[in-house]
């Protein structure tokens, strides 16, 4: 999936002679912190809530109040992976999306690319889900799929998150079974370190808090 497939049709941005008044009016209509700055077709930045509170611009336009805006953006043509990444890195809850002339041509949100998320890796689905703790020279996704189809399971979908502190990684790998008691006792008998297990169906703010986790170590 590309960044052109993520945009909301009906997330506006907010014009350079506009009044700062009404991006925070926006902002609390659509329940987001961030929204892009365009003169005409072009990008010219992202104006945050905190930038326009902290100073109490209401009157002023947003080209009047001088107020830095923040230049990140995604090509339309590049993965929903990479939109990630750039929402994570600076913590937006809003990413513009230019085309290849780099005009501005829309934007998307966490909280639709959440949704996105969810749909395209069988959260959706009953299942449980198993979280290791792998060195980055021992990970073998085959292994671990053999691990799991040995127990007459499939994985339905898989994640990893790591960090430039650290060797290891933590593989998350989604279950189309709720009942992991053999395959964790296999896991186990092949050394694999077992952080977390889900064996229940997990409500919407679970797996948004795990969504959340993924944000922030995601490391692309």
């Known amino acids: 999936m590309t960044a052109s497939q993520l945009i909301i049709e009906s997330l506006p941005p907010i014009k350079l002679n506009e009044k700062c008044s009404k991006a925070v009016s926006w902002m609390s209509e659509f329940k987001i912190s961030h929204l892009p700055v365009v003169n005409d077709n072009t990008f010219e930045g992202i104006i945050s809530e905190e930038s326009l509170l902290d100073f109490n611009y209401k009157n002023e336009t947003i080209a009047e109040s001088n107020i830095q805006l923040m ?19 600076n913590h937006l809850t809003i990413l ?57 399971a499939r994985i339905l ?43 229940k169906e997990q409500n919407h703010d679970e797996m948004k808090d795990r969504f959340d986790y993924l944000m922030k170590r995601l490391d692309l």
């Open 157 to 199: 979908s898989s994640f990893i998150t790591s960090s430039p502190e650290t060797t290891e990684m933590e593989v998350t790998i989604k279950i189309n079974k709720k009942d992991l008691g053999a395959i964790l006792q296999t896991f186990n008998r092949y050394d694999y370190t077992v952080i977390e297990s889900y064996q």
């Open 96 to 152: 513009p999306i230019l085309d290849r002339n780099d005009n501005y041509i829309g934007s998307t949100t966490l909280s639709h690319l959440m949704t996105l998320t969810t749909n395209t890796t069988s959260v959706k689905e009953p299942g449980g889900v198993i979280v290791l703790s792998v060195n980055s020279k021992d990970y073998s996704l085959a292994q671990i799929a053999q691990i799991v189809e040995s127990n007459n």
């Open 71 to 89: 230049h990140v953006f995604t090509y339309e043509y590049q993965h929903i992976f990479e939109a990630m990444k750039q929402m994570s890195d």
